[in-house]
């Protein structure tokens, strides 16, 4: 079987192949520039701005777990967990920050805002 | 391009794209708008046989029995295979008469895909996702893409192995 290619098609290719990296570009960089907590509680998720402080209370596997959103990022501050590593990791602000209390099935994502790839 | 006497050639393709529309209709999909566009087949053969002025009202054939067979006259969607049909096939008229010979039938298939994507993202980022938009983008680039692709190689095949479209140009 042959396929008889001209020279143009391979122009047109390159075209759709240009096009599917900027819309794949624009996905990646061109993020809401207000950084949002995604905060999963078991199957259910929650979002809420960094940028306004707040005090969140979320009733996961084990108990209830206490999260502040302030000064733009976002931390655990109580956890019913034996380990206490969710209060531990400290606090998430970046996009592609997350926390995480497998135990109580809390998992904590940063979407949005400034990220390391931008600089 | 060439001139053709046959009278009943644009509605015999406007018929093809009606019959493909509805071949195309039977075939699930996993997303509405991830189409095949079969349908874009008979354009891209009357790119060789039709004269300009009845390309023009093979699009319009097109994107009326388009709508009939999907149901859609009436309702949005229309807007959109409306917008993508009418992008594809003046993209891909006048790609075919800027570069004649130099492109083939596959070439015609990717530039004709490529602009109704962009017809339709068009479409969607005004009346339907707003800036949400740009998370369909690279799902509708790349599978119109690869259809486009395909059906351009299928197209291409059939117009050099075809007596019948061979019987068009003698």
């Known amino acids: 079987m042959k396929l008889s290619f001209k020279p143009a ?26 950084a949002k907590a995604v905060i999963k509680v078991k199957d259910t998720e929650y ?5 306004q402080p707040r005090e969140l209370e979320f009733t996961g596997e084990l108990d209830k777990a206490h999260l502040i959103i302030h000064d733009g990022c976002i931390e655990f501050v109580e956890s019913p967990c034996r380990d206490k590593i969710c209060i531990h990791m400290g606090q998430a ?15 904590v994502t940063v979407e949005g805002g400034k990220s390391d790839t931008d600089n | 391009m ?58 319009l054939l097109k994107i009326i029995g388009q709508a009939l067979i999907t149901g859609t006259l009436f309702s949005y969607i229309f807007l959109f295979s409306a917008a993508g049909s009418l992008a594809s096939g003046l993209t891909m008229l006048g790609v075919h008469m800027w570069l004649k010979n130099r492109v083939s039938c596959i070439g015609l298939s990717l530039a004709g895909a490529a602009a109704n994507n962009i ?10 996702f707003g800036n949400a938009t740009r998370y369909i983008a690279p799902i509708l680039l790349i599978s119109g893409a690869a259809t486009g692709l395909v059906l351009g190689i299928f197209t291409q095949m059939f117009i050099e192995r075809s007596k019948w479209f061979r019987g068009l140009h003698a």
């Open chain 1, 9 to 34: 098609d391979f122009l047109f290719l390159a075209i759709s192949v240009i096009l599917i990296a900027l819309s794949l570009l624009a996905l990646k960089g061109n993020k809401d520039p207000v």
């Open chain 1, 93 to 107: 602000r970046e996009d592609g920050d997350f926390l995480a209390c497998l135990p109580n099935r809390i998992i």
């Open chain 2, 119 to 128: 017809a339709q993202l068009v479409v969607a980022y005004f009346v339907l």
């Open chain 1, 47 to 51: 979002i809420y701005p960094l940028n």
């Open chain 2, 2 to 59: 060439i001139q053709t006497t046959d009278k009943k050639l644009l509605p015999f393709l406007a018929a093809l794209c009606l019959f493909l529309a509805a071949v195309e209709y039977a075939i699930p999909k996993p997303l509405p708008f991830l189409r095949l566009g079969l349908a874009n087949l008979p354009v891209i053969v009357a790119l060789f046989v039709l004269p300009t002025r009845d390309i023009y009202k093979l699009i």
